[in-house]
């Protein structure tokens, strides 16, 4: 076979082995490796009502199809299990250099079961793997430790993923680290790390990944990189605010095409959209409950990109990458370096909490990625508390003396510091709004933003009703990378798929809020979509480009030798689409999420881009089951393909 390994690894923590699975052809053909390999084996092995953080749970770490074989923006590396957040489908997807190091030690995903009675972790050299004690990291962080494990195998340059403090207190927002600072943030996936012992993963390897056509793949590849380098002048960063508030005011919307974001990805990574997102509506304002006018251009003007831009030092790129959104940057105020913070927690503890200190969000990254704690759940559990305090509900003495005021940064270290380590008042956010909200009842529940348990990033769905529709209907709910209508316009999909309807260059905004089969489509091509991105490795901003210009369909037969069309290939994202809701079917008791009602326009805001939006849910959802073929009602599953898909794995482990 070409483009994977044909083998995956087993680690069993509880008696200390490990041994190889063969994975056979067949199974690639049906959900590609990445996320569609995790559905496959975590549906089969993780037993129904299985406590996510148990011994049953299993944490799989999977590298996708294309990761190493000369594809550009394909080097995403995918943590899945049960998640302990939601109790559903869990998945945190990163870039960072975990991904080929999978491959490159002989396998296309490492499957970790069972639970230590002390800290470990797993050493992989090629067909070499050890349990290892890990005490002496056991309470260092996730940085600290990843530096120490380099040096320690020196001059092998493994690569590390490890949990730093929030992972091992059991957060139920912690992730898992990568490469100094990169996180697979959501799903609360480093407590299941934590929950089982396991510190950290140190890989490292020589085996070589081969695509079918290699002339072909190097051909594709160097006609995409002509996208990336094109690189015209553009506006400067205080005039990014001006193009949001144009967005908001016209009552008609131009379809965006990828490129255009592309050029603000290359020239200010995500932080472009600070000041645009917030004047056009998308970014939310005081747990949103505000508007743009609560922040207003001479606080938001604070986050203009060329300000983040001037204390970079270096572009960050992630493995296969030659675009470099992200950064290695200086701090404002003290010596050192750390990455580039995101539009998410920019934003998350920037116009979410009324803060415009940016000094505090650049501490404020360090002090996350460092713990191995999700900003976007961090931020918006922190907003709620602000909220709570603002009305009375939490007093300055159940704070623990933190004045937690809109606009307050100088508290939020010491809070999260207390967050991270379970501590004081940090304890009731631990573990996210909805358990806080929980903990002080439903007479003083207030609101706190989520959908089923998990916050929502930082993209409003009353100004794209798409985030809203996948914030409920996909196996894993509340995540902003699954699909909404701005996705569905900068993957203009209709360019090589006919079926799919075509976006007008202009439209009225209305057009998004309605339950049309127009709508419905562009939502179940995304669920698919971007399910086949994820059994693929492929990074979502460089499919934003364009399936025209970012040749997804092209390089997977380029790699594998395989003909198909980019039908089949839809297939294949919907066979993954459907194992994770096969998944929630065992696992799950509702299909169907909830999601806070604030978010939705419930009631509408009487001020700003979102004034009088409200996002019918009750309509759209059963549609979009509907035209899935499932259960309109449940969103249960047909399962039919699943189970043909899963069978083909269970009868080539008893061939084995």
């Given at each position: 076979m070409h483009a994977v390994t044909g083998k995956i690894l087993w680690v069993d923590l509880s008696n200390k082995t490990s041994y190889e699975e063969k994975i056979p052809e067949e199974l690639y053909k049906n959900v590609l490796s990445g996320l569609g390999l995790a559905a496959v084996i975590l549906n089969k092995h993780i037993p129904p009502n299985s406590d996510p953080l148990g011994e049953d749970n299993i944490l799989a770490f999977v590298s996708g199809l294309l990761t190493g074989t000369g594809s550009f923006l394909t080097g995403r590396w995918i943590v899945a299990a049960k998640s302990p957040l939601t109790n559903t489908w869990g998945d945190a997807n990163c870039g960072g250099n975990l991904a080929p190091a999978?491959?490159?030690?002989?396998?296309?995903?490492?499957?970790?079961?069972?639970?230590?009675?002390?800290?470990?972790?797993?050493?992989?050299?090629?067909?070499?793997?050890?349990?290892?004690?890990?005490?002496?990291?056991?309470?260092?962080?996730?940085?600290?430790?990843e530096n120490a494990l380099i040096k320690k195998y020196q001059p092998q340059q493994p690569s590390v993923a490890v949990i730093g403090q929030a992972g091992e207190n059991l957060s139920l927002i912690s992730g898992i680290v990568n490469d100094r600072g990169r996180m697979a943030a959501r799903s609360g996936l480093g407590a299941v790390m934590g929950s089982k012992k396991l510190k950290a993963i140190v890989i490292t390897g020589n085996k070589k990944i081969a695509a079918h056509s290699p002339e072909k793949m190097k051909k594709l590849s160097h006609q995409f990189n002509r996208y990336i380098q094109f690189q015209p002048p553009f506006l400067?960063?205080?005039?990014?605010?001006?193009?949001?508030?144009?967005?908001?005011?016209?009552?008609?919307?131009?379809?965006?095409?990828?490129?255009?974001?592309?050029?603000?990805?290359?020239?200010?990574?995500?932080?472009?959209?600070?000041?645009?997102?917030?004047?056009?509506?998308?970014?939310?304002?005081?747990?949103?409950?505000?508007?743009?006018?609560?922040?207003r251009s001479k606080q938001n003007i604070k986050y203009n990109p060329d300000r983040f831009q001037k204390l970079e030092i270096n572009k960050y790129?992630?493995?296969?990458?030659?675009?470099?959104?992200?950064?290695?940057?200086?701090?404002?105020?003290?010596?050192?370096?750390?990455?580039?913070?995101?539009?998410?927690?920019?934003?998350?503890?920037?116009?979410?909490?009324?803060?415009?200190?940016?000094?505090?969000?650049?501490?404020?990254?360090?002090?996350?990625?460092?713990?191995?704690?999700?900003?976007?759940s961090a931020g918006a559990s922190i907003a709620y508390?602000?909220?709570?305090?603002?009305?009375?509900?939490?007093?300055?003495?159940?704070?623990?003396?933190?004045?937690?005021?809109?606009?307050?940064?100088?508290?939020?270290?010491?809070?999260?510091?207390?967050?991270?380590?379970?501590?004081?008042?940090?304890?009731?956010?631990?573990?996210?709004?909805?358990?806080?909200?929980?903990?002080?009842?439903?007479?003083?529940?207030?609101?706190?933003?989520?959908?089923?348990?998990?916050?929502?990033?930082?993209?409003?769905?009353?100004?794209?009703?798409?985030?809203?529709?996948h914030a409920v209907v996909e196996a894993t709910p509340g995540r902003h990378t699954l699909g909404s209508n701005l996705y569905y316009e900068m993957f203009s999909l209709w360019k090589k798929l006919n079926s799919y309807p075509k976006i007008s260059r202009f439209y009225h905004k209305n057009k998004k809020y309605q339950s049309s089969r127009e709508n419905v489509l562009a939502a179940v091509a995304n669920s698919k979509f971007i399910s086949l991105l994820n059994g693929a490795g492929?990074?979502?901003?460089?499919?934003?480009?364009?399936?025209?210009?970012?040749?997804?369909?092209?390089?997977?037969?380029?790699?594998?030798?395989?003909?198909?069309?980019?039908?089949?290939?839809?297939?294949?994202?919907?066979?993954?689409?459907?194992?994770?809701?096969?998944?929630?079917?065992?696992?799950?008791?509702?299909?169907?999420?909830?999601?806070?009602?604030?978010?939705?326009?419930?009631?509408?805001?009487?001020?700003?881009?979102?004034?009088?939006?409200?996002?019918?849910?009750?309509?759209?959802?059963?549609?979009?089951?509907?035209?899935?073929?499932?259960?309109?009602?449940?969103?249960?599953?047909?399962?039919?393909?699943?189970?043909?898909?899963?069978?083909?794995y269970v009868e080539s482990q008893d061939n084995q």
């Open positions: 999978i491959k490159q030690a002989g396998y296309d995903g490492i499957f970790i079961k069972g639970t230590s009675s002390h800290p470990v972790y797993i050493y992989i050299k090629n067909d070499q793997v050890m349990i290892l004690p890990a005490e002496e990291y056991w309470g260092i962080d996730a940085i600290e430790t400067p960063g205080f005039m990014t605010g001006f193009l949001g508030m144009i967005m908001r005011i016209l009552p008609f919307q131009m379809a965006i095409d990828g490129m255009l974001y592309k050029i603000l990805l290359k020239k200010w990574g995500t932080v472009s959209m600070n000041i645009t997102s917030l004047e056009q509506g998308d970014a939310p304002v005081k747990n949103w409950d505000g508007y743009h006018g609560d922040f790129h992630c493995y296969s990458c030659p675009l470099g959104c992200g950064g290695i940057s200086k701090f404002p105020n003290r010596d050192g370096e750390t990455h580039k913070p995101e539009y998410e927690t920019v934003t998350a503890f920037g116009s979410l909490l009324l803060n415009e200190d940016i000094s505090s969000i650049y501490e404020i990254n360090d002090i996350l990625n460092r713990a191995g704690m999700d900003s976007i508390a602000y909220e709570c305090f603002e009305k009375g509900i939490l007093s300055l003495e159940e704070t623990g003396g933190l004045n937690l005021t809109w606009g307050n940064s100088q508290i939020l270290p010491e809070l999260i510091h207390q967050m991270v380590h379970r501590e004081k008042f940090g304890a009731f956010l631990t573990d996210g709004a909805k358990i806080a909200a929980q903990k002080l009842g439903n007479s003083k529940m207030s609101n706190p933003v989520h959908a089923s348990g998990q916050e929502l990033a930082m993209h409003d769905p009353r100004n794209d009703p798409g985030f809203a529709i492929a990074c979502l901003f460089g499919a934003f480009i364009g399936v025209h210009r970012f040749p997804i369909f092209e390089w997977l037969n380029a790699a594998t030798g395989w003909q198909n069309t980019p039908e089949d290939y839809m297939q294949i994202g919907y066979n993954i689409h459907e194992l994770k809701q096969v998944f929630n079917q065992k696992h799950s008791e509702s299909l169907i999420h909830s999601i806070t009602p604030r978010a939705i326009g419930l009631p509408p805001q009487k001020k700003g881009a979102n004034q009088n939006r409200k996002v019918n849910l009750n309509e759209i959802v059963p549609a979009y089951f509907q035209e899935l073929g499932w259960n309109e009602k449940t969103g249960q599953p047909t399962d039919q393909i699943s189970n043909r898909i899963i069978s083909i």
